[in-house]
C-alpha cells in the first residue's frame, strides 16, 4: 500500500500565488473607420442630429448603410486609411503597445477600414487617420460609437473651464511638439478628452489651408469584446487658392 503524496503548504501557496499574479486572458476588440464627404454624411442627418453628442435615426441609419454596404463608394474619401502608431507616439497619447490585423475597405462592399487586436481592460490603444492627397484638407465632424449609439460631434478647441469633449482639436504643430516629448496624454487629452464612450478623437489641425488635418483615435478597451466606430467626415477647407496671373492670393471666407 503506498501512501497517498499531498503537495506541501509551501506548493499550495506558491500556486495560489501564480494565480493571483496571472495577466487576465487578453479580450479582442474592433475599429472600424470611414472618412465620408460632407455632403454625403449630411443626407443621413435629421433635424437635432447636428448637436454636439447627439444621436438619433439618421445616425442609426448611417451606421446600418455602411455595415450592409450600401453607402455608394463615390461618398467616401479612400486616402486617408486608418493605420497604427509606432510604440513611442502611441505611449505620448497614453496608450498601450498592441499587435494589430488591418483590413481595408475595397474587396467587399462595406467602406470601412477595420482593424483588430487584442488587449487588456482599462488600457488604451492610438490610430491614425492622415490623409495622402493634399485637396479636401478640413475635417469638419465625426461620428463615433464606443459602448453606446453612435453620435455626433463636431471638434471643439480645449475646453479652458475644466469640462471635457470627446473631439479635440489642436494645432498640428502643436501636437508633433508634444508627440516628441511624449506628453500630450499627460499635458492636455487626461484633462479634455472624453472617452466615457470608449473612443475620442483628436484632430490636428494643419496651420498651412492648403494641406490636410490629421485625427488621432484613442480607444479605450472595455471589459468585453467591443466593436468602436468612427465616421470621419471632411471638405474642402474655406480658402480658394491663387488665381492666374495675379500675385497675391484671392481668399474668400
Known amino acids: 500500500m503506498h501512501a497517498t503524496r ?42 437635432g442630429e447636428f448637436a454636439d453628442g447627439a444621436s438619433g435615426p439618421g445616425l442609426n441609419r448611417l451606421e446600418a448603410s455602411l ?18 502608431v509606432r510604440e513611442s507616439l502611441g505611449r505620448a497619447y497614453g496608450g498601450s503597445r498592441v499587435i494589430p490585423q488591418v483590413k481595408l475597405a475595397g474587396d467587399g462592399p462595406t467602406l470601412w477600414d477595420e ?53 479635440l482639436t489642436f494645432p498640428l504643430n502643436f501636437l508633433w511638439f508634444y508627440e516628441d516629448r511624449g506628453t500630450m496624454w499627460d499635458k492636455y487629452l487626461s484633462r479634455g478628452l472624453d472617452v466615457k464612450d470608449g473612443i475620442g478623437t483628436v484632430v490636428g489641425v494643419n496651420t498651412n489651408s492648403l494641406f490636410p488635418d490629421v485625427a488621432y483615435l484613442i ?33 474668400i471666407r
Open 219 to 251: 480607444v479605450t478597451h472595455a471589459e468585453q469584446p467591443t466593436t468602436y466606430k468612427a465616421v470621419l467626415v471632411w471638405r474642402e477647407r474655406n480658402a480658394e487658392r491663387q488665381a492666374p496671373g495675379m500675385t497675391n492670393p484671392v481668399i
Open 67 to 84: 455595415d450592409g454596404g450600401q453607402v455608394a463608394n463615390g461618398s467616401a474619401l479612400f486616402d486617408r486609411r486608418v493605420q497604427p
Open 115 to 167: 482593424i483588430a487586436w487584442e488587449g487588456n481592460p482599462g488600457e488604451r490603444s492610438v490610430w491614425l487617420v492622415s490623409p495622402t492627397m493634399r485637396n479636401i484638407q478640413e475635417l469638419t465632424d465625426a461620428a463615433l460609437k464606443g459602448t453606446g449609439p453612435l453620435r455626433h460631434y463636431q471638434p471643439l478647441a480645449f475646453p479652458m473651464n475644466g469640462g471635457r469633449v470627446s473631439a
Open 6 to 47: 499531498w503537495p506541501s503548504i509551501g506548493t499550495i501557496g506558491l500556486l495560489l500565488l501564480l494565480a493571483v499574479v496571472s495577466p487576465a486572458s487578453a479580450v479582442e476588440y474592433r475599429l472600424q473607420v470611414v472618412s465620408l464627404f460632407t455632403t454625403a454624411f449630411a443626407s443621413f442627418m435629421l433635424p
